[in-house]
């Protein structure tokens, strides 16, 4: 197991070193994506400064705290945004399309290949804005600092990363069925901005899906409430947990789809 660890990680740098001379060819497409992300952030709090400027105390939140909350989001995705993007390009167009076929053909693990295929260089602005949002916040006093929170939003981190890949892997293999699942994944993934504010803003079935179905609070809210002093540190036990649990669900139906694959026909 360790051989074949070593093995897919000195693959895994071969690819994306030889993708990364292929993006440094084009470095105004590079720097524009990344300003497009910078400004599609900036948008965001914007949005959060506008709502205050009419609503001073939103169900007993501040305006700090609910920054900190969209800071907190926003690395999470980032990471799954750098590391994962292909997935998206399997769910729409990759096997209707036919290229998914070359991964069926190389003797090496099939998510390994997706992923190992590309970086996305532009989601170093959700992580570098998330974690500006974070620190501004912490700087405040919003967010209490100890060694121990400093561990868990780590462990939070990576957890929720893998709540992003999960539900992304899970509708992007329903491709394997029906040729293009972009479309299903798309609405799934959207539902990860009502994760961006309290839930108790919400009505308790749109809670209830972003909690336990399409597990998005996870990766945002819930975590980040106890990072300010509104919950317990249970809950990043937790979401680990459903991150786990959600990644062997993913990755099963991924798996089980593989067997099935028919190609995309002519």
Known sequence: MIH?????????????????KVVMQSKVD????????????????????????????????????????????????????LLT??????????VVNGQFDRYMLRPMNVFFQVIAEKLQPDA???ILIGTILVVMSVQKGVAVVTPVSIILFAVSML????IYTSIKLFFASF????KQSGPLLQV????????KYPTEIYHKGIRFIITWVIPFAF????????????????????????????WFVAYGVFNYGLKYYESAGN
């Not at 799934?188 to 994760?195: H, I, K, S």
């Not at 002093?229 to 991150?243: F, L, R, W």
Request: aromatic content about 18%; glycine content about 10%; overall charge neutral.
């Open 188 to 195: 799934a993934y959207e539902m990860a901005e009502f994760a």
């Open 4 to 20: 074949n660890l070593k093995r897919y990680w000195r693959l895994y740098r071969v690819l994306i070193k030889q993708f990364l």
């Open 219 to 246: 990766v945002a809210y819930l975590p980040a409430s106890y990072f300010l002093g509104k919950g317990s540190a249970g809950v990043i036990g937790i979401e680990c947990v459903i991150a786990l649990v959600f």
């Open 175 to 178: 491709a394997l069925w029906i």
């Open 85 to 94: 993007d292909n997935i998206w390009l399997v769910a729409w167009r990759m």
């Open 159 to 162: 957890a929720g990363a893998l």
């Open 30 to 81: 590079f720097l524009m994506g990344l300003l497009g992300f910078f400004l599609t952030q900036a948008t965001g709090i914007i949005f959060l400064y506008l709502i205050f400027q009419q609503i001073p105390d939103l169900q007993g939140w501040t305006l700090d705290q609910l920054i900190f909350i969209y800071g907190f989001a926003q690395i999470p995705r980032g990471i799954d945004h």
């Open 124 to 126: 170093l602005g959700e």
